[in-house]
T-cell receptor, first 111, second 114 residues
Framework: QQQVKQSPQSLIVQKGGISIINCAYENTAFDYFPWYQQFPGKGPALLIAIRPDVSEKKEGRFTISFNKSAKQFSLHIMDSQPGDSATYFCAASALMGKSTFGDGTTLTVKP | DTEVTQTPKHLVMGMTNKKSLKCEQHMGHRAMYWYKQKAKKPPELMFVYSYEKLSINESVPSRFSPECPNSSLLNLHLHALQPEDSALYLC?????????????FGQGTRLTVV
């Protein structure tokens, strides 16, 4: 049973465009929702995270939108750049460190 | 220092070998983790240590043996691995309590079992 469903699997965006990645979860006990960015050959890096008591969090060009009633959250990358090309994983956590990851989205930003 | 350092970066081992992966962090984090990641897949949790004690073992085969000598170090001892164990092995750490889930990952060890 997959507890965090992520879409799309891959995404191609033109430079300057908006990249949107969506995740849906099932376990209402999840209370922490991070997004990780991973470049080939590197470990995942924490990008931005949100707790369910807020509906939106913005850090620079990256924004998380959170809909608790729908059990969905999304990552928006504004003004997407070629350097943003990477694999993005959403995750959800209910216990210390035991994160459940989505399957990942490969983002390609074309110059 | 906000780094999690893993050594070696690459490792090739035979199925009869014994080897160890090492992980170190100096952020004062009291939770440390081992993850396994296959190509184009998300990280899969293997073990969690909290205050140097094993708190979660995700039913990992005994050919993988974790060890936490102190609050800064985490080892993964490997013995009699199979080719399907070839993967990127990631170490991570996080504070305990207020930053639950905020894990910092190392660069990983690319393991190839031949």
């Amino acid at each position: 049973q997959q507890q965090v469903k992520q879409s799309p699997q891959s995404l191609i965006v033109q430079k300057g465009g908006i990249s949107i990645i969506n995740c849906a979860y099932e376990n209402t006990a999840f209370d922490y929702f991070p997004w990780y960015q991973q470049f080939p050959g590197k470990g995942p890096a924490l990008l931005i995270a949100i707790r369910p008591d807020v509906s939106e969090k913005k850090e620079g060009r990256f924004t998380i939108s959170f809909n608790k009633s729908a059990k969905q959250f999304s990552l928006h990358i504004m003004d997407s750049q070629p350097g943003d090309s990477a694999t993005y994983f959403c995750a959800a956590s209910a216990l210390m460190g035991k994160s459940t990851f989505g399957d990942g989205t490969t983002l390609t930003v074309k110059p | 220092d906000t780094e999690v350092t893993q050594t070696p970066k690459h490792l090739v081992m035979g199925m009869t070998n014994k080897k160890s992966l090492k992980c170190e962090q100096h952020m004062g984090h009291r939770a440390m983790y081992w993850y396994k990641q296959k190509a184009k897949k998300p990280p899969e949790l293997m073990f969690v240590y909290s205050y140097e004690k094993l708190s979660i073992n995700e039913s990992v085969p005994s050919r993988f043996s974790p060890e936490c000598p102190n609050s800064s170090l985490l080892n993964l001892h490997l013995h009699a691995l199979q080719p399907e164990d070839s993967a990127l092995y990631l170490c991570a750490s996080s504070p305990v309590g207020t930053a639950r889930g905020e894990a910092f990952f190392g660069q990983g060890t690319r393991l190839t079992v031949v």
